[in-house]
């Protein structure tokens, strides 16, 4: 399993009451990062990267936390990110928690061994429902009791609002995960589109991204926007740029900076790891 460790020097593993810890785990991938608090500043990275997501299991995930004496201590906050394809948005003015499974079955697929969480978001103004297995949310309750439960699009959702705020006109998102990517179009933070694509390939990546272009006339002038594992697929920049004029690879943003060690690494890899941390 690649493993990714960024530790500025000012790191104190006694200090931990003076930071906010934020996680993220699933099959494809465990990792989390450490901001420092008093000074706004991330201080440390640490990921583990497995070649087949079958051997990433909660276990495993379990002797990776418990083995690490940096996450022994006891934080000031703990965010918990769960990625997942396996999500829906719901209007606020409809739902209603009782009724979150009847909500997430008109889309998706819930297995026998999955939970339905959700979270509130204020852009736009609804709830998301996503799965998890039952193990990695029994698994965070055991270790980080108290800790808060994030589906990866609740940061992804709020950073590119802020972001389309001061944007001329459209303001377009690709966040690609190993399996899946989201895309999102928004129009001066107001949302116009949302959706959740599996993919095997960066051909399919280009064909899902450039039907939406034509079916919503949206000018290939227009920057998009990528995030996420962009790293998985080096000819990327390449195809796209045959088709969209303008593309960026978009860097968190927020109330805090990063460590000069962080320069080390792509930080839209991390995008949603560090983005959490503006919301709570």
């Known amino acids: 399993m690649p493993f990714l460790e960024l530790i500025d020097e000012t790191f104190d593993k006694n200090s931990s009451e003076n930071y906010e810890l934020s996680l993220q785990m ?9 901001l420092d608090t008093i000074r706004n500043k991330y201080i440390l990275l640490r990921g583990t990267d497995p070649n087949d997501p079958k051997l990433l299991t909660p276990e495993k995930v379990a002797e990776i936390i418990i083995a ?10 703990v965010n918990l990110i769960f990625p997942s394809s396996e999500a829906t948005l719901v209007p606020s003015p409809l739902f209603d928690p009782e009724k979150k499974e009847e909500f997430f079955t008109l889309n998706l697929l819930k297995e026998e061994s999955d939970i ?58 690709v966040h690609i995960e190993k399996a899946y990517f989201n895309l ?18 960066i051909t399919d990546i280009l064909y899902y991204v450039l039907n939406i272009y ?67």
Request: proline content about 2%; hydrophobic content about 35%.
């Open 26 to 34: 699933s099959p494809y991938g465990f990792s989390y990062c450490i």
């Open 68 to 77: 690490d004496d940096f996450l022994s201590g006891k934080f000031k906050k």
């Open 116 to 173: 339905i969480l959700y979270n509130k978001v204020q852009e736009p103004d609804a709830y998301i429902l996503f799965s998890v297995k039952k193990q990695f949310s029994e698994l965070a309750s055991k270790l980080f009791p108290g800790s808060n439960l994030y589906h990866h699009t609740v940061a992804l959702l709020q950073q590119v609002s802020h972001f389309s705020r001061n944007e001329f006109g459209l303001y377009v998102h």
């Open 184 to 201: 999102l179009i928004l129009d001066h933070g107001t949302l116009r589109f949302f959706n959740t694509f599996n993919y095997k390939n």
């Open 214 to 280: 034509k079916n919503m006339g949206i000018s290939r002038e227009e920057t998009i926007n990528f995030s996420g594992h962009v790293h998985l697929h080096e000819d990327l920049q390449t195809k796209f740029s045959r088709y969209v004029k303008n593309i960026k690879f978009t860097l968190p943003e927020g109330n805090f900076s990063f460590s000069y060690v962080f320069s080390e690494t792509e930080l839209h890899r991390s995008f949603n790891l560090f983005s959490i941390a503006n919301c709570g």
